[in-house]
């Protein structure tokens, strides 16, 4: 079946450790997101890709790294430099452009960071 | 800029009632409207979507939404609420024209007792 898989489903680091969040998609989407979730806040968009080898940043860049070397993986690195990482990270994709199609997600990873 | 807004918190409701979950949103041009479900410790899932058309959208699992376009509004409804709905439910609308990607809300509980 086709979907995307974001990995390690649990994640725990010590504070100053920069720490990678894999998502891979077998959907043949162009389209791929970062979203950030906490309690009572929603989700909340840190970087987006519309294309392999190009990526925009979201609302909440600040401390988050990405990369889009192909176009079925869009690894998102939470960098020393993020204040507040502990959260749930969800990982989504899209055919592309406007095409008014809903977003797929995976089932997150939970990263806390003590 | 383009937003979404949950007004409650948590929605209860009890076993075989009517269920409805409030969304309103604020857009420039015409609006491209999502719901999603999610369940504890998952990614989201797709419920519906409003494009153009009939004011009534039907998605899964019984879900249907009503787009208000004078209240601009977007509510969620089920005719009979069942106790394994209960779960967090996203409104969401997308960002711009050509591009996918969505904006949030904050998210509204449901709570379904037996």
């Known amino acids: 079946d086709g979907g995307i898989t974001q990995s390690p489903k649990y994640l725990f680091r010590k504070e100053g450790q920069n720490v990678t969040l894999s998502c891979e998609q077998n959907?043949?989407?162009?389209?791929m997101y970062w979203y950030r979730q906490d309690p009572g806040q929603g989700l909340r968009l840190i970087y987006y890709s519309q294309i392999v080898n190009d990526f925009q940043k979201g609302d909440i860049a600040e401390g988050y790294s990405v990369s889009r070397e192909k176009k079925e993986s869009f690894p998102l690195t939470v960098t020393s430099a993020q204040k507040n990482p502990t959260a749930f990270y969800l990982c989504?994709?899209?055919?592309?452009?406007?095409?008014?199609?809903?977003?797929?997600f995976g089932n997150g990873t939970r990263l806390t960071v003590t | 800029a383009q937003s979404v807004a949950q007004p409650e918190d948590q929605v209860n409701v009890a076993e075989g009632n009517p269920l409805t979950v409030k969304c309103t949103y604020s857009?420039?041009?015409?609006?491209?409207l999502f719901w999603y479900v999610q369940y504890p410790n998952r990614g989201l899932q797709f419920l519906l979507k409003?494009?153009?058309?009939?004011?009534l959208v039907k998605g899964s699992y019984g879900f249907e939404a009503e787009f208000n376009k004078s209240q601009t509004s977007f509510h969620l409804k089920k005719p009979s609420a069942l106790v394994s709905d209960s779960a967090l439910y996203f409104c969401?609308?997308?960002?711009?024209?050509?591009?996918?990607?969505?904006?949030f809300g904050t998210g509204t509980r449901l709570q379904v007792f037996p």
């Open positions: 969401a609308v997308r960002a711009s024209y050509n591009t996918d990607k969505l904006i």
């Open positions: 409003y494009i153009t058309g009939d004011n």
């Open positions: 857009v420039s041009g015409n609006p491209y």
């Open positions: 989504a994709s899209s055919p592309g452009r406007g095409y008014n199609s809903p977003l797929h």
């Open positions: 959907l043949n989407h162009d389209a």
